[in-house]
């Protein structure tokens, strides 16, 4: 097959990472799993796959400073990392990358990532996106990887697997026929007992002319209004004036809505490694050594007669923790966050309070 390319998006705000996560440095761009920012594991996931010069990364204007930074140091070429001048949600930043990847190869075939997965069986996840590549360069489909369920998790938008449509290296791909919302705890426990569900884990796969011709059908004001960038792209024009005329006039829409749920050409293959989508602080508990009491403990930091609590320090503060259980504590150079485990959810709406604080965003 020709060369792939790869599109990271790496914009999100990872609010529930708070206050460790901010608008300018959220989740992607720490350590919240294993030593290196998720971005740069990401990148470095997909490396032997793709090339850097193949990969680009899709930001907000807000981070792009940090988002470069961490994308030089993993080689990837500056005029590859894009911000974007406002959010406009992964409709629009998939349209984008399609414009990006035409320039290059108008017929690649490139892979949508999110930039802040866990995926520990590396081997595994190349192997099925090799198989993805794959079966996007020979059919007109859109290609995603779907997650089995382990639990009926009520976070996750579902995929619904129907007839086999091949096998490419040994793995299995099916009809998608349906994509459905995220679902309350009954019929989630329905979706996971027939075996027919996948989770939704936002990765896809298509070449540009499928991705092309699907947006124009099914959201064509979306694509026109791209029509600026595809051109200064075209005509090797400065890119930035173009992105901020388009995407103020661009509607704010998920790429499931615009183009997933309405397509009925989508293929989907069964993950065949480890993923977590690491949504909150409870996720490191899955990911990090614990003490005897099931505490998990992050700089200096100690817990006496307490257990099951997450402990997170900045630097060298001190952080002490007596007599409680099921606690996150966070403690940054500017900010503390004192939670209780089953509460996590509710830091959106802490953040949202602040926000409306008088000078409130200097902390968010």
Not at 52 to 62: D, Q, R
Not at 187 to 198: K, M
Request: a positive charge; proline letters at 6%; one cysteine or more.
């Amino acid at each position: 097959m020709t060369q792939p390319f790869a599109v990271i998006i790496a914009g999100g705000r990872g609010e529930r990472f708070w206050p460790q996560s901010r608008a300018r440095r959220p989740k992607h761009l720490l350590a919240i799993v294993g030593e290196k920012p998720m971005l740069t594991q990401t990148v470095e996931r997909v490396r032997p796959l793709v090339s850097a010069e193949n990969t680009f990364v899709i930001t907000s204007a807000l981070q792009a400073k940090a988002v470069r930074e961490v994308c030089a140091a993993a080689g990837i070429p500056a005029a590859n990392v894009v911000a974007e001048p406002v959010g406009r949600d992964t409709a629009a930043a998939v349209a984008l990358a399609a414009a990006l990847v035409a320039q290059r190869d108008p017929t690649g075939v490139f892979a949508v990532l999110p930039a802040d997965h866990v995926i520990k069986d590396e081997a595994a996840y190349r192997e099925d996106l090799r198989v993805a590549f794959a079966v996007a360069q020979e059919k007109p489909v859109i290609v995603t990887i779907g997650i089995k369920p382990n639990e009926p998790a009520t976070g996750f938008g579902y995929i619904k697997k129907g007839a086999g449509d091949g096998a490419y290296f040994g793995c299995e791909t099916f009809v998608a026929e349906a994509f459905c919302e995220k679902p309350d705890l009954e019929t989630a426990i329905v979706y996971v007992a027939t075996g027919s569900y996948l989770w939704n884990a936002g990765m896809f796969i298509w070449s540009v002319p499928v991705v092309t011709a699907g947006l124009k059908q099914h959201a064509p004001a979306l694509y026109e209004g791209l029509a600026p960038v595809r051109s200064a792209l075209e005509k090797n024009l400065p890119l930035m004036p173009a992105l901020a005329r388009a995407y103020r006039k661009l509607e704010k829409i998920s790429i499931d809505y615009a183009l997933l749920e309405k397509s009925r050409n989508v293929v989907v293959i069964p993950a065949r490694f480890d993923w977590d989508d690491v949504g909150a602080w409870p996720a490191l508990a899955r990911h990090n050594a614990q003490d005897a009491q099931g505490n998990v403990l992050r700089g200096r930091v100690f817990v006496e007669q307490g257990k099951n609590n997450i402990v997170v320090s900045h630097d060298k503060h001190l952080l002490a923790v007596v007599g409680a259980d099921d606690l996150i504590v966070v403690h940054t150079k500017d900010a503390t966050l004192v939670c209780p485990k089953n509460r996590v959810q509710d830091i959106k709406a802490l953040l949202k309070r602040i926000e409306a604080e008088s000078g409130g965003r200097r902390w968010l």
